[in-house]
């Protein structure tokens, strides 16, 4: 094994290119210094270094082993380095909706892994029903959450329009009773369907839960199933229907919050709050 010192003692001998020197750039003796520079030879198994009146010169060997030496030390300062800096280590949870988590990745939170190095932040992704539901137990310090209410203790980021979406000249939306693919339960747009449904209306029939919004789409675009679609992933695959025409609940406007759990925020919470609302524009936009 190359121990530290020893590696440390045989680059002082290197670049001073005399034992007396090097013994004093490392504060040691000049005997230890011969005794260090002997013990390193017997572990590489190799001589290093080539002695004469004019003082010490390496050997291909030495040569050799000084790169490898250059790189442990400098190894050996980063991780005290790195260990000093982190010894105070911060973890910030995150609950993000699942059906959006791509778009705050994307966005502003590798963004912000990238520039925090000494802050681990742990995401976590579900319905907005069990992230507020999660919030108020402490398991979050901050989420960003789905509501058809605007936001009593949360801050607005922007809007979400959902539309009733068909297969583009299917036929699922004409059956009498509607086959749905919806988000899972303690979703806040599952909810506002059900809480809309009227007795007058066509019965529903839930083929497939899923919190995956691309589920959704294919389930949509194959023509097994009507579903809520946010406004900017509809395509041309697909059909808007109106609610009133197909005797469908009707579908409010969701707002997109951040809520704090104020007994845990930081500096470093604030700083992470301030990149996400700065990346509102394109959150509200953006694309799959």
Known sequence: ???????????????????????????????TLSLQIKKLEEVVGQSLLLRDNKGT?????????????????????????DLKDCQNREIIRLGVPTDYIKFYLNSCLLEFIREFTCIELVID????????????????DLIVATHWQAPVNGELLFSRRFHWAAAKNGQAHKRSTVPM????????????VFANHQLSMRPINVLLSTPSPQALCMAVENDLAIAPIAEFRTNEHMQ???????????????????????ETQTEATMQLITLIKANVEHLSDTID
Request: aromatic share 8%.
């Open 1 to 31: 094994m190359l121990k530290i010192e020893l590696l440390e003692s045989f680059i002082a001998v290197a670049e001073c290119g005399n034992m007396s020197k090097a013994a004093d750039k490392v504060c040691r003796t000049q005997s």
């Open 57 to 81: 010169t390496l050997t291909e060997s030495g040569s050799t082993l000084l790169n490898y030496a250059y790189k442990m030390m400098q190894l050996n300062s980063q991780a005290i380095h």
């Open 125 to 140: 992704t579900d319905v907005s029903g069990n992230l507020f539901k999660r919030l108020q137990q402490g398991e979050f």
């Open 181 to 192: 693919a919806l988000y899972p339960e303690n979703c806040p747009i599952r909810a506002q």
């Open 240 to 262: 808007i229907l109106d609610p009133h025409e197909h005797g469908l609940p009707p579908l409010p406007i969701f707002n997109e919050s951040l809520y704090l759990n104020p």
